[in-house]
């Protein structure tokens, strides 16, 4: 089956960390870019990160630069997400998501059921 | 960063009803534009990608057009599983946004 599956959400105070993973299975993960997308309901879809398929190109939104990381493993076709200096902020449901087709610039045509990140006192 | 504003934020409508969705970008983005469906708890969907091309299982009551900086996502005759959060996003930069959401609800 073709899917996308999160882990490693949960409850963390203001100023911990967490690594969240992505487990992608029934396609050929090293071709395609990936994304983290986290929704909360106060301000809907927010895009995290982007990283090509092999990883060279990597694209921050500012709200998270210098604070997370994203990586991946084609080898265990995995992506991740490691967040330091979390803040209440950071509280959403996270996303991953593929990039249709070849490239980075294309729409997101697969997405994760989402892991939920709890970030409270 | 480019701006994605939709409006409007929130649409009451009953079933049958055709209903229209905008998404304005605060640069020209071309054609660089996708429509997802949002519904708590799942996975978002993708709709529509490069403003008009419907993707393959989406109804055909969902249409999308515009470029440059003005998009609309219309639903024809809207149906019950239709209820749910759109959101547009352009995928011109490299750093992706979201508009706000538009959610439709029952009427």
């Known amino acids: 089956e073709v899917q996308l599956v999160e882990s490693g959400g949960g409850l963390v105070k203001p100023g911990g960390s967490l690594r969240l993973s992505c487990s992608a299975s029934?396609?050929?993960?090293?071709?395609?870019?990936m994304n983290w997308v986290r929704h909360t309901p106060g301000k809907g879809l927010e895009w995290v990160s982007s990283?090509?398929?092999?990883?060279?190109?990597?694209y921050y939104a500012d709200s998270v630069k210098s604070r997370f990381t994203i990586s991946r493993d084609n080898a265990k076709n995995s992506l991740y997400l490691q967040m330091n200096s979390l803040t209440v902020a950071d509280t959403a449901v996270y996303y991953c998501?593929?990039?249709?087709?070849?490239?980075?610039?294309?729409?997101?045509?697969?997405w994760g059921q989402g892991t939920m990140v709890n970030v409270s006192s | 960063d480019i701006q994605m504003t939709q409006s409007p934020s929130t649409l009451s409508a009953t079933v049958g009803d055709r209903v229209t969705i905008t998404c304005r970008a605060s640069r020209s983005i071309s054609s660089w534009l996708a429509w997802y469906q949002y519904k708590p708890g799942k996975a978002p969907k993708l709709l529509i990608s490069e403003a008009s091309n419907l993707e393959t299982g989406v109804p055909s009551r969902f249409s999308g057009s515009g470029s440059g900086t003005e998009f609309t996502l219309t639903i024809n005759s809207l149906q019950p599983d239709d209820f749910a959060t759109y959101f547009c996003q352009q995928y011109d930069s490299y750093f992706r946004t979201f508009g706000q959401g538009t959610k439709v609800e029952i009427k």
């Open positions: 998501a593929r990039v249709r087709e070849a490239g980075l610039l294309n729409s997101f045509d697969m």
């Open positions: 029934g396609f050929y993960f090293g071709a395609y870019s």
């Open positions: 990283i090509s398929n092999s990883g060279s190109y990597i």
